[in-house]
């Protein structure tokens, strides 16, 4: 499990982008954070393993009762997928999958070559995302939706407990977001993996998510089942009018 206590983030211009909250995900939940461009659910992700600090309030994660207390300890077992990859376009897939393996070496052992082991499970995660045979092929000669899948992969052989992704399918069309999501979502079932992602796409939050926390202007303005979100709730978290849901736009 994962927690948020009273967490509260101001930027240093002043803006409030997280108002306080309390928050608990459960172990193995699919939960998605939905909200327009700049209501605060990065700012909220990016707090769950401190990109984002924290101006009042805390994380904790399983047997760590404050994240910043031993950061490294938990940035190793909690996996990011980002919007734009994150992926380094001259080198191949398997190099770049190999990365998720740094946060647990030290700084010197970064240094040396990458064990038969941590090959061996890097490639098993490209074959689960299904890019065995792009293994050794550059990354920036992917398409978007195989890159993303580059990055899954990447957060994978970390071998994690958490798997956080934010905005992961924004840049992509809307049939690839589908497969994309779909495939994140089946591996953190299998796996049992705490899933907690960022979206602003509706249809797909009602399609995959177990929980949608919904925030709007920094505040958590829903916090329920897929089920349970109704058009009011909808008008509250992108604004306008209840009777009719919005038309989402990729950014």
Do not use: W
Not at 120 to 135: H, K, M, N, P, Q
Not at 152 to 174: F, H, K, N, W, Y
Not at 197 to 211: G, K, N, T
């Amino acid at each position: 499990m994962i927690a948020v206590e009273n967490a509260r983030v101001i930027y240093p211009n002043g803006t409030e982008a997280l108002k306080p909250c309390t928050l608990r995900f459960a172990a193995g939940a699919f939960t998605v954070l939905l909200g327009a461009s700049g209501a605060g659910k990065s700012t909220l992700l990016r707090s769950l393993n401190g990109l984002v600090p924290l101006s009042e309030g805390r994380v904790t994660a399983e047997a760590l009762s404050d994240i910043s207390r031993n950061l490294r300890a938990h940035r190793s077992r909690t996996g990011m997928i980002f919007q734009q990859h994150q992926l380094i376009g001259r080198r191949t897939v398997l190099a770049n999958v190999l990365m998720g393996r740094l946060g647990h070496h030290s700084g010197l052992r970064t240094l040396l070559p990458f064990s038969e082991v941590e090959k061996r499970l890097a490639l098993a995660a490209i074959e689960r995302v299904g890019l065995l045979d792009y293994a050794l092929r550059r990354a920036d000669q992917l398409s978007g939706g195989q890159q993303q899948r580059v990055g899954i992969a990447r957060a994978l052989v970390q071998q994690p407990r958490i798997i956080l992704a934010d905005e992961p399918v924004a840049s992509l069309d809307p049939a690839t977001a589908e497969r994309v999501l779909g495939l994140l979502h089946d591996i953190c079932r299998d796996d049992g993996l705490t899933a907690i992602v960022s979206l602003h796409q509706l249809e797909l939050a009602r399609r995959f998510a177990d929980r949608i926390i919904g925030i709007a202007g920094g505040e958590v303005v829903f916090d329920g089942p897929p089920i349970a979100l109704s058009a009011v709730h909808v008008a509250r978290i992108y604004g306008g009018a209840p009777q009719s849901e919005p038309h989402l736009e990729h950014a």
